[in-house]
């Protein structure tokens, strides 16, 4: 690797990526249960940090974030008159209500005061938190937990329907100055102007790595996320990067490889995109234009194929993928 400044261009060499999966990473608004009055209301919601994208168990503390929720009222309450409520618990700090104009006073408990008054429809979309960042409100590493409602009418208490348990927006704690998990510091090195920590290629990363944005990320070679052999979801290594984060590698054939016992979870966002990029990458270069300078992102599926065996061998890299009893 050149050990000069370097400096990325962050145009269309970079791939930003949204990959999402059920379970910590949802790909629509996790469901929530319902509470109160009209038994046949539905309501979803969650932490997300791209628009909807994608739904996040964990938001990182230098990331805007939105929680947001969508209730589905009963039949019978669409075209009523009636309010939607919002309130929150943070942290040990307490509970909050959210009041019109997106005010937010504590809760006495009892009180149902809603943040709109309208005539309800098919679907009801609510803002609970917008753009909010962790580092920029101290609240990292706190968990903020809000329940929505809405009631029908002018008696809030014998028409009030909610969801009885909170979806929940979990602020990572500030990331940490040093290298992450899995990776090494490039002393003297900068990229997108971070520090750089090195993924280590050959020998497969068989834990859990999380690469957050306050570095950029090289490797040399191919670097390879779980086993060569597919394993339970719930078993698989998952590699997560944060939004604004920026990979690179060396000229060349080097690749990153998620393989079938792994899992990638690359949480950009249209302002904060996640990059992957060669060392090439640099100011004034033809980025539009310029193709085949690194290897590339490689992701083994073990769907069924037709092939002799069922498997396939990725070119390049080496390692498998197929192997599946049955298509998805």
Request: aromatic share 6%; charged share 15%; net charge negative.
């Amino acid at each position: 690797m050149k050990k000069e400044l370097l400096k990325t261009s962050a145009l269309a060499t970079g791939v930003a990526l949204a990959l999402a999966s059920m379970g910590a990473h949802a790909a629509t608004q996790p469901s929530l249960a319902t509470a109160g009055a009209a038994t046949t209301a539905t309501f979803s919601g969650g932490a997300t940090v791209n628009g909807g994208a994608s739904y996040l168990a964990e938001v990182p503390a230098e990331v805007a974030a939105d929680l947001v929720a969508t209730i589905t009222p009963a039949a019978a309450d669409v075209g009523k008159k009636g309010g939607i409520v919002v309130i929150a618990e943070v942290g040990n700090l307490g509970f909050f209500t959210k009041l019109s104009g997106g005010i937010w006073v504590p809760w006495d408990g009892a009180s149902i005061l809603p943040t709109v008054t309208k005539t309800l429809t098919e679907s009801e979309s609510v803002s609970v938190l917008d753009d909010l960042i962790g580092n920029d409100t101290s609240l990292a590493g706190l968990t903020i937990k809000a329940y929505v409602g809405y009631y029908t009418g002018d008696n809030p208490l014998s028409t009030i329907t909610y969801t009885a348990a909170p979806m929940e927006m979990k602020i990572a704690e500030k990331a940490a100055d040093t290298c992450p998990t899995n990776t090494t510091a490039l002393s003297g090195v900068t990229f997108a102007g971070k520090s750089v920590c090195q993924l280590p290629s050959g020998d497969p990363i068989l834990t859990d790595t999380h690469l957050t944005n306050n570095f950029s990320y090289f490797f040399d070679g191919n670097v390879f996320i779980g086993a060569d052999e597919d394993t339970a979801v719930a078993d698989k290594v998952k590699l997560t990067i944060d939004a604004g984060t920026t990979i690179f590698a060396t000229e060349g054939a080097a690749a990153l490889t998620v393989r079938r016992g792994g899992m990638i979870f690359a949480n950009g966002t249209k302002d904060h995109p996640v990059i992957m990029t060669s060392e090439l990458d640099v100011e004034g270069i033809d980025a539009l234009n310029t193709r085949g300078k690194w290897g590339g992102l490689v992701v083994s599926g073990s769907a069924t194929l037709n092939s002799a065996d069922g498997f396939g061998v990725n070119e390049g890299v080496g390692d498998t993928y197929g192997g599946g009893a049955a298509n998805p």
